[in-house]
């Protein structure tokens, strides 16, 4: 799992970035040229500003966002985990742990009654099975895990509602 960087706390931002934002988080494949032409600026402020955005941490990298049923891994788990332990060691090494397992896609240190929170992404039942006996509770210092599988996606947002902020 690749540690959270935010962006820098103070980064002002005026309509035009929060135009380009948008657009680049509907298509980051638009070029600088068709950015400019949307947002009725010419290419070279636009592309200085996209480099800003970038260098500010706003922007953290661009990626391409892949249909996780589409290939195959229907099922998708939440799986809650607490540990045994409440040290910085023990946690450290349940996020080192967590990193090198590739159906974790998402984990968040969570306040409650867990410590964290995974999403995890499996093909079917026995798929998850196995990640659950052979993965996820051999990680030393895992206490409790509790999963709850999903049955329907109702929201899935890949994009900041940047509109929000203006």
Known sequence: ????????????LDAKDYEILKLLQ???????????HKIHLSATPVHERIKRLEQNG??????????????GESL??????????????????????IAGLERVIEC???????????????????????????????????GNIQTVFVMDVIVERERLLVNSFM
């Open 1 to 12: 799992m690749e540690k959270e960087q935010g962006a820098k706390a103070s980064v002002n």
């Open 26 to 36: 509907d298509n980051a494949k638009l070029t600088i040229r068709e950015i400019a």
């Open 58 to 71: 706003v922007i953290k990298r661009y990626t391409a966002l892949l249909n996780h049923r589409a290939l």
């Open 76 to 97: 998708t788990a939440i799986c809650y985990v607490s540990l045994k332990e409440h040290t910085k060691k023990a946690g450290a090494l349940f996020v080192q742990a």
């Open 108 to 142: 968040y240190n969570i306040s409650g009654e867990f410590d964290f929170m995974l999403k995890v992404i499996a093909s079917n039942m026995a798929d998850y099975h196995r990640f659950h006996v052979d993965a996820l509770s051999e990680i030393p210092g895992v």
